[in-house]
């Protein structure tokens, strides 16, 4: 009786050992796979109305900053060109003085 359990537990193992084998060659077999890149038109239907976005804008960083003049302000001249990055300090434009209503205002 004792040599049948025995008999029996060591195939449960070697069988246990053999599942666990083929389920961790599957799994990493199935990691080294190299996923196929395709097209969404392949998959997604098109020719639809409506199926186009359009968007209009102005795109800028989160740091950008735009100024406007009051009419009558005479511009002497711009020290930067669009795009151009600026610190802390740099003069940006310089204005007439006598064409600015400084009454009420803070820069």
């Known amino acids: 009786m004792k040599k049948v359990i025995k008999a029996v537990i060591i195939t449960a193992v ?4 053999g599942v666990g084998a083929i ?3 599957y799994n990493y ?3 080294k796979k190299i996923a196929e890149v395709v097209p ?3 998959y997604g ?3 639809y109305w409506g199926d186009s976005i ?4 102005e795109v800028t960083s989160d740091k950008a900053q735009t100024f406007y003049l009051n009419s009558g302000t005479e511009v002497i001249s711009v020290n930067v060109a669009e795009g151009d990055f600026v610190n802390e ?6 204005v007439k003085k006598d064409s ?3 009454d009420g205002m803070r820069l």
């Open 14 to 17: 070697i069988i246990g050992i």
């Open 23 to 25: 389920y961790f060659a």
């Open 29 to 31: 077999n199935r990691s």
């Open 40 to 42: 969404m038109t392949y």
């Open 45 to 47: 239907m098109d020719g």
């Open 54 to 57: 359009t968007s209009y804008g």
């Open 89 to 94: 300090g740099d003069v940006i434009m310089t």
């Open 100 to 102: 600015l209503d400084l």
